[in-house]
């Protein structure tokens, strides 16, 4: 642990596959590292699990490589220099200048506390060099009903299971797009839910197209041989080309009607058939969470399924020099990519810190080539599913575009079609959409598309945003003024030279 | 398979027994130890805890892990908790969350 008052050597923000690994690495390698993770324990999305007053004997009955966890926890447990920091919200990232330390904001507690009159915990941890691990949020494409009690997100089913031990039904449909809705389907069908069908917007033949990247990831034909036969063992029938494209109630969901896709995710009319439920876990894939980053103007590049992730240089560190991201923060690529470019990024930190040479030329060179590999792969998944323009056809016009501002469909197209927006800031003035307290990670897609003038017109890029997460104002207000305030939304500079 | 053999994910995950009771809207709603508001809500069948603030519409949990906000309920009297963070507490009263959940307008 650095003497009180001086910066750790590296903070690593996020406790997922990417964190774990990066701060395990980084201290057996020497260097004093702050570990901070708004979740009270380790784990993130991938390796999510009860807390540890439901003594669960068998955690490992969720996962197939708890054993890859279990380590990681081991080696953070004996390593000297990781100073734990869980309960800690961060909602900004700031340096005085290039070359100063890093400073994170955090606010303290079990984080959920919206009341902007309570007085806020915070705190300010400092550090030398910056590991972005915040992994990613999951995106939507709205339909109506989809605001219906009893539908989920795909991940928030998944999530809710691994910690929380509940099921949102017992007939629970899995529908949208991307791997991890064979995951959600295979775990809620373990947990004892009916999933009669997984419904994929996409086919899974894209993947064929892009026969190297699967040639070099035998792991992942594994990975989905494992999860067909876990579907079949459930008797889940795997429908493609398919999507929710309404969900049926009143109070809760009862049913939902599914319909066939044609070219560009278009329903095919007249193909609509209804499916008896009590759940819906649905997503349409994940975006990564880089607002901490792109606030201090942090290159990005667009991926295949149009989603934004950090630049970054081939040892991981992005273009703010000494800000290095791994795992989903660099583009949608799954635990396995997290966990080797978490490593790779903490070699590389420990080299510029050291000035030392990272750890033998032939480790990096291996984690080097894995880690292009596993990219490849995720580049071929991200273009296997793409949303498809057509989806904006199932909307209705009374459709619940914005969940918090319950904005609708029709709202926001009358604000592009009579009043001009082109870009969800101007969606967001006019209509109020994306304005409410999810900060508009959950309309933002939609409404993105929306917006865009041409139904194929490529999105906007990541909206910049002054805070991470809602900040009570007491906190803000209590900032000392020896903490540099957080850069300005549209401030190119990194933080003030106050 | 009959509703009453069906496996449950704590049989699965080999948790805990012990429970522990709290209200949702004066009825008892079980708890595991280290159980969400959110998470014991589900078992219990409940799916919705808010009415919104335009349509007064019902919502429950969506994203799971913090980040929607659909799930805001009052909990001890206070208003816009996260019942997917928030750890259920023995005899913790938790009340639909009607609206912004402040008895005045603001
Ligand atoms: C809801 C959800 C469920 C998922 N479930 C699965 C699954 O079951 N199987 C699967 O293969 N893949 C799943 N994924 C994909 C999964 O994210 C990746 O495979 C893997 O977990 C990525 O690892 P990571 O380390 O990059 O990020 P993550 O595992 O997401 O870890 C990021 C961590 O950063 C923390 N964090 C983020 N922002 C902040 C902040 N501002 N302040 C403090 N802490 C912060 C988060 O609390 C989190 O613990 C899921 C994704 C989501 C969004
Ligand atoms: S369910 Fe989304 S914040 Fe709780």
Redesign the interface.
């Known amino acids: 642990m650095p003497s009180p008052g001086d910066p750790y050597d590296v903070a690593v923000l996020g406790a997922g596959p990417a964190g774990l690994a990066a701060a395990v690495t980084a201290a057996e390698q020497g260097l004093t590292v702050a570990l901070l993770d ?1 979740a009270q324990q380790p784990g993130g ?1 991938y390796y999510r699990h ?10 490992d ?2 996962h197939h490589d708890w054993r890859v966890f279990a380590g990681l926890r081991e080696r953070l447990d004996a390593a000297e220099g990781v100073t734990r920091l869980y309960g800690h919200h961060v909602w900004s990232m700031t340096r005085e200048a290039p070359g100063s330390p890093w400073s994170l904001h955090a606010l303290t507690g ?6 902007a009159s309570a007085p806020g915990t915070g705190t300010t941890v400092q550090a030398r060099a910056m590991l972005l691990a915040t992994g990613s ?2 995106r939507h494409l709205p339909f109506p009903g989809w ?1 219906l ?5 795909a ?7 691994k ?8 007939r629970v449909v899995v529908a949208g797009s991307g791997p991890l809705l064979l995951a959600a389907a295979t775990s809620l069908a ?3 839910a009916d999933v009669p069908e997984v419904i994929e917007a996409s086919g899974y033949l894209g993947y064929a197209r892009h026969p190297a990247a699967l040639a070099a990831n035998p792991g992942k034909l594994t990975e989905a041989a494992r999860h067909g036969a876990a579907l079949l063992r459930h008797r889940v029938r795997p429908r493609t080309r398919s999507a929710v494209t309404e969900a049926h109630g009143a ?2 969901v009862e049913a939902v009607t599914v319909s066939r896709l044609g070219r560009d995710w278009r329903p095919v009319p007249g193909s609509e058939r209804r499916v008896a439920c009590d ?1 819906l876990a649905v997503g349409h894939g994940l975006v990564p969470r880089t607002e901490l980053a792109t606030t201090l103007g942090c290159a990005t590049r667009r991926a295949a399924d149009g989603t934004y992730a950090l630049e970054l240089g081939p040892l991981q560190e992005t273009s703010l020099r000494g800000l290095w991201a791994a795992g989903e923060t660099s583009g949608v690529g799954g635990a396995q990519a997290a966990l080797v470019e978490g490593e790779l990024a903490a070699l590389a930190i420990t080299a510029r810190l050291t000035g030392r040479r990272p750890a033998p030329a032939r480790r990096l060179r291996a984690l080097r080539r894995r880690r292009d590999h596993l990219r490849a792969f995720a580049d071929a998944m991200a273009a296997a599913h793409a949303p498809g323009p057509g989806w904006t056809r199932w909307l209705g016009d009374d459709t619940e575009v914005c ?4 904005v609708t469909a029709a709202r926001v197209r009358e604000a592009v079609a009579d009043y001009g927006a082109r870009d969800p800031r101007s969606v967001k003035l006019l209509t109020r959409a994306g304005m ?3 900060q508009g ?2 309309c933002g897609t939609a409404v993105a598309c929306l917006a865009a003038a041409a139904p194929d017109a490529t999105p906007a890029p990541p909206d910049r945003r002054l805070l991470a997460t809602p900040v009570p104002l007491g906190t803000l207000a209590s900032l000392t003024p020896a903490d540099p305030p957080p850069a300005a939304p549209d401030d190119p500079s990194e933080g003030h030279p106050s | 398979m009959g509703q009453a053999d069906r496996t449950t994910p704590a049989d699965l995950v080999g948790a805990t027994d012990a429970t522990h009771f709290f209200t949702f809207d004066g009825r008892r709603v079980a708890a595991r130890p280290g159980q969400s508001i959110a998470a014991a809500l589900w078992t219990a069948g409940i799916l919705a805890w808010r009415e919104t603030r335009g349509a007064a519409r019902p919502r429950g949990a969506f994203c799971g892990i913090g980040q929607c906000h659909d799930c805001l309920a009052t909990v001890n009297g206070r208003p816009n908790r996260r019942a997917c963070l928030v750890t259920a507490r023995p005899g913790d009263e938790v009340t639909t969350q009607k609206g912004h959940g402040h008895a005045e307008p603001r």
């Open positions: 708004a999305q009860p807390a540890p007053a439901a003594r669960a004997t068998r955690p009955a969720l079990e984080g959920d506390d919206d009341d949020h999951e605001t009690p009893g539908v989920v997100s991940g928030g089913a998944q999530a809710m299971l910690s929380g031990l509940a099921l949102p039904g017992t373990a947990a004892g109070d809760r759940a969940r918090c501002e319950e409410g307290w999810c990670r959950v």
